[in-house]
């Protein structure tokens, strides 16, 4: 979805406009940043893609802001992750390649709202270090106060980290993600928190390995392009999931829900 150049000065920029209304408005907006893991901007329906069936993405682009001139930090995942996380250039943060772990003294986007009073998170795949307990490079020492992440890309039914303990989980990949996100913003809403949700998405990374109900939807295609396929409407159904539920906590006229992927 996104093409190669420094998407991080945009972000920069971005942030620098949301910081400022944050520092002026009575209310501060949730944040929930959603990623998937190598999909192409054309692979969607809006874009006219012929076969891939996305309706939460189309509505969410036709009733939203869209950039279509959207730019990543560089053609491999773990340069732009980031840069998003830090709003710098590889070449600043020294992330020069995928598979690099961040460097302890950058600052990141959660820990620069932690200091304006928001609580925060991560969901799914991290890939910018190892994300075992004794880890210097884990969520939790890049501002995320809950955590539950994946070293690389994941595929279903995978065993994820949480804070540092190896978790077992069930199910579609992408679902997976959004539901302990929404069961977090959930705690978090509660309780009055402002927040931040990054939640990365494993999809739609080869090897491709599509939920059955989604699979099926494009039976008269090859089968390596029904699990292609199937993975990006799986992302779709729980990007869909995402917003629904922003509804239904009654946060979304106060929620800045932003999705790109990585390369």
Known sequence: MMRSFPLALRWVFLL???????????????????????????????YGHAVIKTPNFDKAAATGLRF???YAAAPVCSPTRASVMTGRTPNR???????????????????????????TAHFGKWHLGSVRNDSPAHPGRNG???????????????VLSHKGKAIQMEGESSIIAAD?????????????QPF??????????????????????????PKN???????????????????????????RENTILWYCSDN
Do not use: C
Request: aromatic share 12%; net charge negative.
């Open 93 to 119: 943060m020294g992330v020069f390649k995928w598979g690099y772990p961040m460097r302890p003294q950058e600052t990141t986007v959660a820990e620069a709202l932690k200091t304006a009073g928001y609580t």
């Open 196 to 221: 931040l949700a990054v939640v990365w998405f494993g999809s739609p990374h080869s090897p491709h390995r599509a939920a059955e109900e989604d699979r099926k939807l494009y039976a008269d295609q």
């Open 16 to 46: 620098g406009l949301l910081m400022t209304s944050i520092g002026q408005a009575a209310e501060k907006p949730n944040i929930v940043l959603v990623m998937a893991d190598d999909q192409g901007w054309g692979d969607m329906g809006y």
């Open 180 to 192: 302990a996100a929404l069961k977090w913003m959930g705690e978090k809403v509660a309780g009055e």
């Open 144 to 158: 995320f106060d809950e955590w539950l992440s994946a070293p690389n890309f994941y595929d279903n039914d995978p």
């Open 225 to 251: 392009l029904q699990n292609f396929y199937g993975e990006v409407t799986g992302m779709d159904r729980a990007f869909g999931k995402i917003r629904d539920g922003l509804t239904q906590l009654g946060i």
């Open 68 to 70: 279509d001139e959207f």
